[in-house]
């Protein structure tokens, strides 16, 4: 009812945050227009619904409107296929999110269009997004000026984090945190052979991420970096002079420690 209300922009003049759920109607649309009329939304959270689609790309947004989400948090959206279409530029509300999470969103195969820019992101965490290759492109990623924290895990299908153009260098001037968690199928964070700084990351978490040979393809530049570990609340650190010779440090003793496995259960 509240939907359906008319002239909802005069009705709901100082709404900053608005949660939408339980939508389980299998043809149920997300209501855009509503997000249209609402100029004073900063924060937006969609949760246990069927919706295919939310947000609808250039051209289907007045430019008289001026709705710009800041935070944006979808959660149980098991038939969401994607944020905005591919091929499509990012939609005009979501041009200064600051902050995005995506959890439990099973049908999604690609996070944004490969040719858009996220200048405002802070915040990106992904978890349990079984549909996902891999999460941007290396366009994208030369945008995230402003990102400093990095979140992924539970992706089984995940293969890397950036994907692209190779020999392109990215700079991450912002990145302090980073986490990879619970990854099984990721195999590097990028695969370009172009030169990547972080040049304020602190802290790198690495955790179950067990095919994870290398971290890049390319150098890395980590002035701020001298230690890692493989667990959030875990103690030890671990640091092997480079972020890509820790990585393979890493593997290598896995790989040992099953090949010492095998040997001894063999011998028994």
């Not at 299998?26 to 969609?46: I, M, R």
């Not at 944004?112 to 999460?135: A, Q, R």
């Not at 991420?209 to 103690?235: H, Q």
């Amino acid at each position: 009812m509240i939907l359906q209300v008319q002239n909802s922009n005069s009705l709901f003049s100082k709404m900053t945050f608005l949660r939408l759920s339980n939508f389980k109607n299998e043809e149920a649309t997300f209501p855009y227009w509503f997000l249209q009329n609402v100029h004073t939304l900063e924060s937006l959270v969609v949760e246990w619904s069927c919706f295919k689609k939310i947000f609808q790309g250039e051209g289907q947004i007045s430019e008289k409107t001026h709705t710009r989400i800041k935070t944006l948090s979808l959660n149980k959206l098991p038939k969401l296929q994607h944020i905005c279409e591919k091929g499509s530029p990012i939609d005009p509300v979501l041009e200064f999110l600051e902050g995005l999470g995506v959890y439990d969103c099973s049908s999604m195969t690609n996070l944004f269009p490969s040719s858009v820019n996220l200048n405002h992101l802070e915040y990106l965490e992904i978890g349990n997004c079984n549909g996902l290759k891999y999460l941007i492109t290396s366009h994208t990623a030369r945008s995230l000026d402003k990102l400093t924290t990095l979140k992924i895990k539970d992706c089984n299908s995940l293969e890397e984090i950036i994907t692209g153009v190779e020999n392109v260098g990215i700079t991450f001037i912002s990145l302090e945190i980073l986490m990879l968690e619970c990854l099984p199928s990721l195999n590097k964070f990028c695969s370009s052979n172009g030169v990547l700084k972080f040049p304020l990351l602190e802290e790198v978490i690495v955790r179950e991420c067990p095919r994870m040979k290398t971290f890049s393809e390319g150098n890395i530049s980590t002035p701020n970096l001298r230690k890692y570990k493989i667990a959030e609340n875990d103690e030890e650190w671990l640091w092997k002079g480079n972020l890509n010779d820790t990585i393979n440090n890493m593997f290598e003793a896995k790989v040992y420690l099953i090949y010492q496995f095998v040997s001894c259960v063999t011998i028994t």
